[in-house]
């Protein structure tokens, strides 16, 4: 745990609104947390996804896998993105 959520978790208040703040917080951190945890697994399959096509650019063998990974890395990055939601992301950019 970093120092911030030390840091927040620690801090004390006589008041109950300001501790529910408190608590909320951390708990958002956390998720936050967890999520880009899974983003980053996300990304470093995709990095070390070896890529379908030769040098000429023709698909070699490894097309097949390359879009089952592929898709299911996609897949799993939206639903995490919430993309399937209204975000800042999908109001200022057109879904495709």
């Known amino acids: 745990m970093t120092d911030m959520l030390q840091k927040l978790q620690s ?3 006589n008041d109950p609104a300001v501790a529910e703040l408190l608590r909320e917080a951390v ?3 956390r ?3 967890k999520q ?3 983003l980053e697994e996300i990304m470093i399959v995709l990095s070390r996804t070896e890529l379908p096509w030769d040098e000429d650019g023709n ?3 490894a097309l097949p896998h390359f879009k089952e990974r592929y898709l299911n890395a996609v897949h799993e990055a939206a639903g ?3 993309l399937e ?3 800042t992301i999908t109001r200022t950019e057109p879904r495709t």
């Open 85 to 87: 939601l209204r975000s």
């Open 11 to 13: 801090a004390t208040t």
């Open 31 to 33: 998720e936050l947390r």
């Open 36 to 38: 880009r945890d899974a």
């Open 27 to 29: 708990q958002e951190i």
């Open 80 to 82: 995490l993105l919430g």
């Open 59 to 61: 698909p070699t063998e």
